[in-house]
């Protein structure tokens, strides 16, 4: 691509480093910015570089946060004698969408995989085993998307904590395999929450 602008080309080159964005994209948004007033490319910028310098994980359960303890934690309606284990953000906005949860809930950050490199030590998975040992919590329903990555994520979380006096429970998938959670309707999800199965169930079917 020929570029008239070094400016219009840097411009074009740094947004086709999304993911999904390729380099007609970027130069067709690019433009766009430029037919729109200045306002909306620095209110862009700024929301941009505000969300890098000012988020936050939640100390607790590693969501994505304005505090240092996000929202949901810190909502004393809820009960934090369950946790529901999750992929990421996306995740836990599909749950609550739902509304049929009100247990807190644990981000770990990916999922275990070492094809890409990921180990146990790479989520936040130390933590969520030592909440569980603290002995407070009476059940762990595990929501990570049926791929394989997902089943051995959860099982090396269930070999942590077998010892442990809990509950663990697995959200029942009336789902196609290998879908993801962020993309199953909320309904369906609602309903698997309410009607999850014991872990080791889930492990001999
Ligand atoms: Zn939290």
């Given at each position: 691509m020929e570029f008239s602008s070094k400016l219009l080309e840097k411009a074009v080159y740094e947004m086709s480093q999304l993911p999904g964005i390729g380099k007609r994209t970027a130069l067709r948004l690019v433009l766009h910015l430029l037919r729109q007033p200045n306002e909306q490319?620095?209110?862009?910028?700024?929301?941009?570089?505000?969300?890098?310098?000012?988020?936050?994980?939640?100390?607790?359960?590693?969501?994505?946060?304005?505090?240092?303890?996000?929202?949901?934690?810190?909502?004393?309606?809820?009960?934090?004698?369950?946790?529901c284990v999750v992929e990421d953000i996306r995740d836990v906005m599909a749950i609550e969408n739902?509304?049929?949860?009100?247990?807190?809930?644990?981000?770990?950050g990916g999922k275990i995989s070492p094809m890409d490199g990921i180990g146990p030590n790479d989520l936040n998975i130390s933590t969520l085993v030592t909440k569980v040992k603290e002995g407070h919590v009476k059940e762990l329903i595990?929501?990570?998307?049926?791929?394989?990555?997902g089943d051995t994520t959860n099982f090396y979380i269930f070999k942590q904590i077998q010892d442990c006096d809990i509950v663990t429970s697995t959200i029942a998938r009336g789902i196609s395999v290998g879908n993801e959670l962020e993309y199953t309707d909320e309904v369906t999800l609602g309903r698997s929450i309410l009607n999850r199965i014991p872990f080791e169930a889930s492990l001999k079917s």
């Open positions: 490319t620095l209110h862009l910028a700024s929301a941009l570089q505000h969300m890098r310098n000012d988020i936050k994980f939640c100390k607790s359960c590693h969501n994505i946060s304005d505090t240092q303890l996000c929202e949901i934690c810190a909502n004393p309606r809820r009960t934090d004698e369950i946790i739902t509304s049929s949860f009100k247990g807190l809930y644990h981000v770990l595990f929501a990570l998307s049926s791929t394989m990555e």
